[in-house]
């Protein structure tokens, strides 16, 4: 996707928040959203296709009420763009989060922040409201995905005991509590990792919605590896019930996900490298 143009930024901020005036560097530019760096100490995020409009508006609603339950940062938007000129949707200023991807973290490394994620995911799995965003994709009964996984793995590429491990999952008892707040797209370069190679944030909520809280713990095979798995896993189960019918959910979400990030990731190298690995993973004993 093409980013929004740094021109267009500048000019959006002139106009509309001039306080946060200062210069910009493109960072990221992703399926959905351009984010820029602005100063030293903000980010902005403009989505650069229409899709991605709900799921901005979605994190500007929602993040300043879900941070407090989370034990590290989250991009909270400080300052809401609108419409205007040549950029046609909303935008956000969020604070500048510091940390460097998890990509960037040797797996084996990993290990270290497993527990700090354990304890993200169990602040954040309360109960959400009604009104919490709708998402078809995650969250849902893993059954719901059935259909689009079998076509997925059908495909070429993809080994054929991954099917075994999807109807294995699908398998499980579905979830049966309350649906529960959830990040939703688990994967590292959605964790940033300080320089003593704990956990410094989780970003990007675009995928925001509520349901069983198996499609988080999907990260237990999208982030580590089996020892860093096997201490995501304990750190867990102190904290909140976790019975064998969540896990084996978790590995089907996993499944779900990284495949369909392997058949969307061929112009991406690091978004393939992430589906390789959750595929790889949940290969091995559960």
Not at 6 to 32: K, M, N, Y
Not at 183 to 201: F, I, S, T, Y
Request: proline share 12%; hydrophobic share 50%; glycine share 6%.
């Amino acid at each position: 996707m093409t980013p929004v143009a740094a021109s267009v930024v500048a000019s959006l901020i002139r106009t509309q928040h001039p306080s946060f005036a200062a210069p910009l560097r493109l960072v990221a530019s992703g399926w959905d959203n351009t984010v820029y760096r602005l100063g030293s100490s903000w980010s902005v995020r403009l989505p650069h296709r229409e899709v991605a409009v709900p799921l901005l508006v979605n994190e500007q609603r929602w993040l300043p009420h879900l941070a407090p339950l989370l034990p590290v940062p989250v991009p909270v938007p400080v300052a809401v763009g609108v419409p205007a000129g040549e950029y046609p949707w909303p935008w956000s200023i969020n604070r500048w989060l510091p940390g460097r991807p998890a990509t960037a973290v040797p797996v084996a490394a990993r290990i270290a922040f497993a527990a700090d994620l354990a304890r993200c995911f169990a602040g954040l799995h309360v109960s959400a409201p009604p009104s919490a965003p709708a998402n078809v994709f995650r969250g849902v009964p893993l059954a719901d995905r059935a259909v689009a996984v079998r076509e997925r793995l059908a495909g070429d590429g993809f080994p054929a005991p991954l099917r075994e491990v999807w109807e294995s999952a699908l398998e499980a008892p579905p979830w049966t509590g309350a649906p529960v707040w959830l990040h939703a797209d688990p994967h590292p370069a959605n964790l940033l990792v300080g320089a003593d190679g704990r956990l410094a944030g989780l970003i990007d909520f675009g995928d925001l919605t509520s349901g069983d809280p198996a499609t988080d713990l999907a990260a237990a095979w999208m982030v580590f590896d089996a020892p860093g798995r096997a201490a995501f896993r304990a750190a867990l189960s102190e904290l909140v019930p976790l019975d064998e019918a969540t896990w084996q959910r978790a590995r089907g979400w996993a499944l779900s996900i990284g495949s369909a990030v392997a058949v969307g990731s061929a112009d991406n190298p690091e978004m393939a490298a992430i589906a390789a690995h959750a595929l790889a993973q949940v290969l091995l004993p559960a």
